[in-house]
Structure formats: structure tokens, C-alpha cells
């Protein structure tokens, strides 16, 4: 069944951007190593990767191109498109300021590097929420070390502050102990 819009979704995979290969996987990769055998990538095979862009926000991402046409047909609600192997004209992304927790740019950084935490390139977060869930699911390991180092600051605060209210408490009470003693 051919319809008007299939020349227009041909032409889009046919014109589409090529994008890099995710990961860090190349021939000559080791993939193994043990002391009788070494493993490596010889060859790598792929369909490729293309650049599409949300035809709203302008966001980029990468598709593999088996899957482009899936991609492409995909429909919003109002029965437009969802996506374009070209850049919506007209419309630039939202860009936050926000940076990973784990950026070279971030004050803690020298901290971090004592810890063995990765070091993260993405600096466009709009929100906090963004910020943590990004350190949460990309980087579980940093996420899990400085979440138990927060709670076990916070415990200690709580503790501090117990201690100091319980000290105020002893002070109070204690002038009147002695008036009680002394004078009366």
C-alpha cells in the first residue's frame, strides 16, 4: 500500500545524517585477556547510526538505521510526525545549564577523582530532578557512594544537633538547681 507520505519517509533515509557509532567498541579491541588467549574485534558490522531530530523541540538522537523507517512513521496524537532525518527550520532545542554532578567543571571534582568516579561530559540539564536522575541511572556506582556519604552527613548533623540541644537543656536546668540549693 503506498501512500503520499512514503516518497517523503524514503527520501529522509535515503538523505539521512550519519551519526558515529555508540560505544567504544573498534577493531583491535580486546575484549578478553587471559594469560593463554587473547580475545579481540576483528571486524565490526553494523547497519549504521543516523541523526534525527524531534520535529517540535528540535532534539537530536541517534537511530540505528534498521530501525530509521519505525522511527520515522512514528505519529504525536494530532497525526504529525514525530521525527525528521532533517533539522526542524525555526526551532532551536531547549538547552539547560545544569551540569553532571561528575563534569570537570563541577567544585567537587578533585573529590571525585580521589573516589575513581568517571568523568561526564553532559552539561545541559534544565532541572535538578534531570540532574540527579541522570547521576542516578548513568552512573549507579557514583550515585550509590555519594548518596550513602549524604546520609551519613545528615546523621551526623542530627546527631550534633541532639547533642547540642541536650547540652542546652543541661545548662538551663542547671541555674536553677543551684538556686534551689543555695538560696531557698
Known sequence: MTTNNQPA???MMRDAEIAEEPGNMAPGTVISATADMTMSAAELQSA???YVYDTRTG???????NMLQQQLEKRRDDNSYAFSTRKPEGVEPIRGALKCF??????DREKYNRMGFVHCTKS???????RERHLRTRHPRAYAALENERTRADRDAERLER??????????????????????
Not at 561528575?102 to 567544585?107: A, G, T, V, W
Not at 545541559?124 to 534531570?130: G, K, P, R, Y
Not at 547540642?164 to 531557698?184: F, Q, V
Open 124 to 130: 545541559n540539564f534544565l532541572t535538578e530532578m534531570d
Open 9 to 11: 519517509i524514503e527520501e
Open 163 to 184: 547533642i547540642a540541644l541536650t547540652e542546652t537543656i543541661r545548662n538551663m536546668a542547671e541555674p536553677e538547681n543551684r538556686g534551689g540549693k543555695n538560696g531557698k
Open 48 to 50: 549504521g547510526y543516523v
Open 59 to 65: 532534539d537530536r538522537s541517534v537511530v540505528n538505521r
Open 102 to 107: 561528575l563534569h570537570d567543571d563541577e567544585p
